[in-house]
């Protein structure tokens, strides 16, 4: 039972562009979310979150929506960089709970 | 500072045998948490301790499983009789305090491969 889904393994954007990263759960019950970012080697990287009170929330060039009523947040990268290249994870967590529940990732490629 | 380390980084287990991977927390942070990373796959939670509390392992797969954090710093994650089905990164990760909110700060991982 995947309760949080990342259903895109992988997607490539030019530089410059936005990058549209996006989840889907289904445990009506998470009220936050967060993204993590993970490069080769390394652990995940915490990257910005919201919580479900929220709708938006803003950090630099990274923008977290959430739709609660679809049960759907993405994360947009604006203007996407080399650097961005890595894999995304979406992760939620319910009131009172102290573990995460990721996605499966998707595999962000930035194109020069 | 120095963040979550964790070794070995790689372990190459015969099937059958024991092993136990270690994690060393940001120093200070009253929460430990394992998660279990299969190829392509999200990491998935195992246990998570505050202090040396084990307060949730509903995430362990078998009784080969077991972690402890006897003086409230380093885990060890250990499992038995290791099966191929265990292979897998095993990510530790730590935070200053209990709850969601507080960011989880993982380590690098320990890529563990059941021959």
């Known amino acids: 039972d995947q309760q949080v889904k990342q259903n895109s393994p992988s997607l490539s954007v030019q530089e410059g562009r936005i990058s549209i990263l996006n989840c889907d759960y289904t445990?009506?019950?998470?009220?936050?979310f967060l993204w993590y970012k993970k490069y080769p080697a390394e652990g995940p990287t915490f990257l910005i979150s919201?919580?479900?009170?929220?709708d938006k929330n803003e950090d630099g060039r990274f923008t977290v929506f959430l739709n609660k009523s679809a049960k759907h947040l993405s994360l947009h990268i604006v203007p996407s960089q080399p650097g961005d290249s890595a894999v995304y994870f979406c992760?939620?967590?319910?009131?009172?709970?102290?573990?995460?529940?990721f996605g499966q990732g998707t595999r962000l490629t930035i194109n020069p | 500072g120095a963040g979550v380390s964790q070794s070995p980084r790689y372990k190459v287990a015969k099937r059958g045998q024991d092993v136990a991977l270690r994690c060393d927390p940001i120093?200070?942070?009253?929460?430990l948490f394992w998660y279990q990373q299969a190829l392509g796959q999200g990491p998935e939670f195992l246990t998570y301790?505050?202090?040396?509390?084990?307060?949730?392992k509903s995430g362990l797969p078998s009784d080969r499983f077991f972690a402890e954090r006897p003086e409230g710093s380093v885990s060890t994650l250990k499992i038995q009789r290791t099966q191929q089905e265990d292979s897998a990164v095993y990510l530790c990760?730590?935070?200053?305090?209990?709850?969601?909110?507080?960011?989880?700060?993982f380590g690098p991982g320990t890529r563990l491969t059941v021959l």
């Open positions: 992760a939620a967590s319910g009131p009172g709970a102290q573990k995460l529940v």
């Open positions: 120093s200070g942070h009253v929460s």
């Open positions: 990760a730590s935070s200053l305090a209990l709850g969601a909110y507080n960011e989880q700060f």
């Open positions: 919201i919580s479900s009170i929220k």
């Open positions: 445990n009506s019950m998470f009220d936050y």
């Open positions: 301790f505050q202090n040396e509390a084990q307060l949730d």
